[in-house]
């Protein structure tokens, strides 16, 4: 019996998934669990012992020493800890995005982020976005979108945060090419690819404001919720 609500968002990188899942989580009191988070903690583990993202061997290895929690804070903010040590502050670079989606593809990762990801749903409601959580994590949420934009308008969206972060040195071409070549590793992967459920719901943010786009994926949400 599920007695727990959850809401599902995938899409490619940099489509507005944590803004607009933020958001719902927000409206609905339910906690926001950012998966990619997730996979970017065992990249920097990885990273912190010195093995190469490439290097299959090295992380099946070590993928069984990681300890690793998603914690909450009086804000509802999502925390990451890394054997015992809350590294959140790491994730969001560049260096990072590369080596999580590296290292996503490796079957023994997803296997144990997976009881992660489905432990968290449930013990409580969710909005979860990820890659996969409406494909393979949560194949029973309860809704399911898929949200997505022109690669080009998600190297900007990207950009403009990365630059809000102070990152002085990414460029347009080089956001665009990361983004583009992390989708097509991400989509060709022979495990958990990215890709569209049966049953979600597309929404094309190309041309929308993040106004535009949070009132049609609460209208989504209230369709399905019937609330
Ligand atoms: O959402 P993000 O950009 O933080 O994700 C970083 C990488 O992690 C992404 O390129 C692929 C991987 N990932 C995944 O394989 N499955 C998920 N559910 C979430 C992220």
Do not use: W
């Amino acid at each position: 019996m599920q007695s727990h609500v959850s809401i599902a968002i995938d899409g490619p990188a940099g489509a507005g998934k944590s803004t607009m899942a933020k958001m719902v989580a927000d409206a609905l009191g339910f906690s926001y669990v950012d998966t990619g988070a997730i996979y970017r903690t065992i990249g920097y583990f990885i990273k912190l012992c010195g093995i190469s993202p490439k290097d299959a061997d090295g992380v099946n290895r070590l993928i069984d020493e990681v300890n690793i929690r998603v914690e909450y804070d009086a804000d509802g903010v999502q925390h990451m800890i890394l054997n015992g040590q809350d590294v959140t502050g790491e994730l969001r670079t560049p260096e990072m995005s590369d080596y999580a989606s590296k290292i996503s593809a490796y079957p023994a990762v997803r296997a144990v982020l997976l009881d992660v990801q489905r432990d968290l749903a449930a013990s409580r409601s969710v909005v979860m976005d990820g890659r996969d959580i409406g494909t393979v994590v949560l194949p029973k949420a309860n809704v399911k979108i898929f949200l997505t934009a022109a690669s080009e308008v998600r190297a900007k969206r990207r950009l403009l945060e990365l630059q809000q972060r102070g990152d002085k040195k990414s460029t347009f071409a080089q956001v665009l090419a990361d983004i583009e070549q992390r989708d097509e590793r991400d989509r060709t992967r022979a495990v958990a690819p990215l890709k569209c459920a049966a049953d979600a719901v597309v929404v094309d943010t190309s041309a929308l404001t993040i106004e535009e786009s949070a009132a049609k994926i609460r209208a989504i949400v209230a369709e399905r919720l019937g609330k």
